[in-house]
């Protein structure tokens, strides 16, 4: 009779064992807010921002699919607040000073973190509370970057550098004269558009088009296609009419 009371009793056991476990579990991983669970109580947040820091291959901070969909507008609210912030932007800057844009943000950042530190500070004196600084988490941030890292982000910079110091030799020395009268032309165009624009203006502009080409043309594909296939074989059509006259591109395709 004693076997089966046991055996009866085994199922209660093993499942208030776990239940047990699964508490200290829970404490363990999820006893304070914002803990990530096997980080040892270390808030998330300051979880990524070490990894963040530490790698030791650069990284960026958004992807081609971050952007496809951000000037796609696949967010609205997402892009919305983007294309906002960064137009007003450059709107302050068209309007006022670097330095006065650069010292009303910084104002403004000061006025939102100490208005909610003081209010944070009343609420915690009321409550008798003793929850701490209100950015703790991102105050116990190490933010220091490794040498190796910053190493791996200077030698990925400098592929890019080396790539436009042969590029502006390639054209300035004419390795290839079309691509050098290219630059000419280009250049002479930009000086009409640097007598009506100024670089802030340019800068407005291109947000603008960035924003609302990429939208227009997904609407209409087709329609756009066809006509800029048209101007483009008529681009090619007077390119090679011009290359047909010049001795030493005709002479260079003929070798």
């Not at 990524?48 to 081609?64: E, G, M």
């Not at 609210?77 to 068209?94: D, E, W, Y």
Request: aromatic letters at 8%; a positive charge.
């Amino acid at each position: 009779m004693a076997e089966p009371s046991a055996a009866t009793q085994s199922p209660s056991v093993s499942s208030s064992s776990s239940g047990a476990d699964a508490a200290g579990a829970a404490a363990s991983g999820g006893g304070s807010p914002g803990a990530c669970p096997g980080l040892g109580g270390k808030s998330c947040a300051s979880s990524c921002a070490d990894s963040f820091v530490s790698s030791s291959q650069p990284v960026s901070l958004f992807s081609t699919s971050q952007v496809h969909d951000l000037i796609f507008w696949r967010d609205v609210k997402k892009t919305g607040l983007v294309f906002g912030t960064t137009l007003i932007m450059l709107l302050s800057l068209a309007a006022f000073s670097v330095i006065s844009v650069a010292s009303y943000l910084i104002l403004a950042l000061l006025s939102v973190t100490i208005t909610f530190r003081v209010y944070k500070s009343v609420i915690q004196a009321v409550q008798k509370s003793e929850e701490g600084h209100p950015f703790k988490a991102y105050l116990d941030v190490d933010i220091a970057l490794s040498s190796e890292a910053f190493h791996n982000y200077v030698n990925a910079a400098m592929v890019h550098v080396n790539k436009a110091l042969k590029l502006i030799i390639r054209l300035f020395l004419v390795e290839d004269l079309v691509d050098s009268l290219k630059l000419a032309v280009f250049m002479w165009l930009m000086t009409y558009v640097g007598a009506v624009f100024n670089g802030i203006t340019l800068l407005i502009l291109a947000e603008l088009l960035v924003f609302s080409v990429p939208i227009v043309y997904e609407k209409y594909k087709t329609q756009i296609d066809h006509y800029v296939g048209i101007a483009r074989e008529q681009t090619k059509a007077v390119v090679a009419k011009i290359q047909a006259k010049l001795p030493g591109v005709a002479k260079k395709k003929a070798e």
